[in-house]
């Protein structure tokens, strides 16, 4: 069993509120994700029909991720409005915010008629509420992440913050386990009829037990002891940029390949295995069901691994292996023959596991990146611009450069780039300071009663 470690000036925890932000954390995020992972899969499968018809299937395809790509574009802006308010109006007020945004955008998808109804303004009402999604995803990582690496020992930072790392493969899980579940229960006309709708009207229910919680919260110390000493930042952006800029920029680099792997592994996936592979749309989901199922367990035990060894070194050599699996994988399924679905199933876990080695630590070695006072600021926008050169573009690249050359190289190729990036961002970034936290809310404290004496 880990021990705490005392440090002096630093209170340890009440156990029943950590754990409460934990849980607020990670189902806070699962729900968010669930919401952003129905939209991902349903683009993948039906949106192309049904909102962007077209002669060209290809042609459809490429314009349902391009509203995919929107909700990653819309996240800077998230991050930038939600980033700002969370170091200077508090997290918690801004994760409740974040969650009724994205709940009410993808309740409304549910209810959006398609183009065969209202002609050219269902994608462009589809568009807008994918852009208002990304926004809401924008401003909610960087919170999630503080609230238990904020509330707990940060010598098992990589454990508590990946609490938040937890959401999107769990998000996942249920988004493409009521997605399969439909499929078996619903011939394909019900399905593209009205059997999509269910999985995006579900989230109601899911955003009202997320909000339950997450009003049940109270605030960091950290973030209470800025407001007790009056310290906080009036332009926490400026700041982010002319004082951290390497560490935002580490940031950025860092995020891009587990990005682009992800996409590759639970959304780009769908359309291989089904247009290329000529296996099932049921087939093609349970592969991504299964790897997102033990992604759910893997992520924290990568979160707590990088506590006990050196994160930035597990970081580093998962971005490696990112870089080199898609080489192996492709060739692999390819020539599989009568076993192409096992192999399929066993190329998406291996390369979801190499994703949550370096995802699970992630929301720790980017909060750390940044001092205390601009943590969630500076988090927010790394998440946000990595989002953007990463995980937006990285389904329409997929298919057009299959769709262009008709080879998986260009494919591994385009992955192994985005790996090289992250390996530069992990080597530009800090190691983790435990001492940080404890003497920022010394310093605070120090000050407040200075002040205090001298009234």
Known sequence: MTRTTHRPGQQDPDPSTLHRAFVASLTGTALEWYDFAVYSATAALVFGRLFFPSANPLTSTLLAFSTYAVGYISRPLGGFVFGRLGDVIGRKKVLVTTLVLIGTATLLIGLLPTYSAIGPAAPVVLVLLRFAQGVGVGGEWGGAVLLTSEFGDTRRRGFWASAAQVGPPVGNLMANGVLAGLGVMLSESQFL????????????????????????????????????????????????????????????????????????????????????????????????????????????????????????????????????????????VAAAGHGRWFMLALGVIVGLVIHALMYGPQAAFIAEQFSPRLRYTGSSLAYTLAGVVGGAIAPLLFTALLGTFHTWQPLAAYIAVTAALTVAGVLLGRDADHAEDAEFTRSLARAEAQTVATR
Request: charged share 15%.
């Open 193 to 332: 009829a009205w059997g999509w709708r269910v999985a995006f009207l579900l989230s109601g229910v899911l955003v009202a037990f997320g909000l339950w919680i997450r009003l049940k919260l109270e605030e960091t110390p950290v973030f209470k002891a800025m407001e007790a000493a009056h310290s906080r930042p009036e332009a926490p952006i400026r700041e982010v940029f002319t004082t951290q800029p390497r560490a935002l920029v580490a940031s950025i680099l860092s995020r891009i390949a587990p990005d682009v792997l992800y996409a590759m592994f639970t959304v780009f996936v769908l359309t291989y295995a089904t247009d290329h592979l000529g296996m099932s749309r049921g087939s093609a989901l349970t592969t991504v069901l299964i790897g997102s199922g033990l992604q759910v367990f893997l992520m924290p035990l990568a979160g707590a691994l990088s506590d006990r060894v050196n994160r930035r070194k597990l970081y580093l050599g998962a971005a490696v292996a990112a870089g080199i699996w898609p080489f192996i994988f492709f060739p692999m």
